[in-house]
């Protein structure tokens, strides 16, 4: 929790420089890139729970896999931020794709929310297990070891090296959608880029501190969703009506905090439910 407030007074720290030197349009444009994409990066944190529990993977091995995979998730989307900002400044077009691809994206997201991923049936778990010997169990912080096998020394990976894969897929996909919204707020490289990494910095301090309350936020999903599709449909409307950034920023924190408090609320009355439910039993 300390440090995951640290890394959001940092963040906040440097919204107030970037509003100080850049003006207020700058300061708003920051402020609602880095609260979208902090917002979207929770979906990622619950991601990161499930592949941790899927493969069994103890506490003291994850703080790896996540230093490595914000490290990773850092150098990858610099790369498609730039190519992004260029792409837009090349093909203003574009940004209608961004828009239907997040609309799209929000409607799928609001329609599966309750699914749970086939981890078992993972189409890249599948690839790399049938080109690759992968053992059965851990063997520490290793992601490969060398075994005898009659007379030579074969090479297999270990199930932590499955799951730092998997994490920075995982972002990476994450990151197809959160980029793109971004956008929608601004163009500007700078912005994007630091509110980004702003955002991403606290991950891993975020993970370990909502880890033991992911089935609490329920409805947070159903509030990504509909973030997505506000924003897709800013994008769609860019070149009609220039919704105010203000205006944007409000509507994304009141979604954000709308999801959480109805999430909050409808796990303590399950909680109080369940505890009735024992009463009566007993």
């Not at 994850?62 to 990858?76: C, E, F, T, W």
């Amino acid at each position: 929790a300390w440090w995951s407030a640290l890394w959001v007074g940092l963040a906040i720290v440097f919204g107030g420089l970037v509003w100080f030197t850049l003006g207020t349009t700058a300061g708003i444009e920051y402020t609602t890139a880095w609260l979208l994409e902090k917002s979207l990066s929770v979906d990622n944190v619950f991601v990161w729970l499930m592949l941790f529990s899927f493969f069994a993977i103890p506490l003291e091995l994850q703080k790896r896999v996540l230093v490595l995979g914000v490290l990773g998730a850092i150098v990858m989307r610099t790369v498609m931020i730039f190519a992004g900002v260029w792409l837009i400044a090349q093909f203003h077009w574009l940004l209608y794709v961004f828009g239907a691809f997040l609309l799209v994206t929000g409607v799928k997201m609001w329609w599966f929310a309750d699914e749970k991923p086939d981890l078992a049936n993972n189409p890249v778990i599948r690839w790399i297990r049938g080109h690759m010997k992968v053992t059965d169990e851990l063997h520490g912080e290793r992601f490969f070891i060398s075994r005898n096998e009659v007379g030579r020394v074969v090479r297999y990976a270990t199930p932590l090296f499955l799951v730092l894969v998997l994490v920075e897929i995982t972002d990476l996909i994450f990151a197809v959608d959160s980029i793109p919204a971004i956008f929608a707020i601004t163009t500007d490289p700078f912005i994007v880029l630091t509110s980004n990494i702003f955002a991403i910095l606290g991950l891993r301090a975020m993970y370990f501190l909502l880890a033991d309350m992911a089935d609490r936020f329920s409805l947070l999903k159903y509030g990504l969703a509909l973030v997505l599709m506000f924003i897709g449909a800013k994008m769609l409307l860019i070149d009609l009506y220039k919704i105010p950034v203000l205006f944007s920023l409000c509507v994304v924190a009141s979604i954000i905090a709308a999801s959480i408090l109805l999430s909050l609320k409808k796990d303590a009355r399950e909680r109080v439910d369940a505890a009735l439910r024992t009463d009566e039993t007993n």
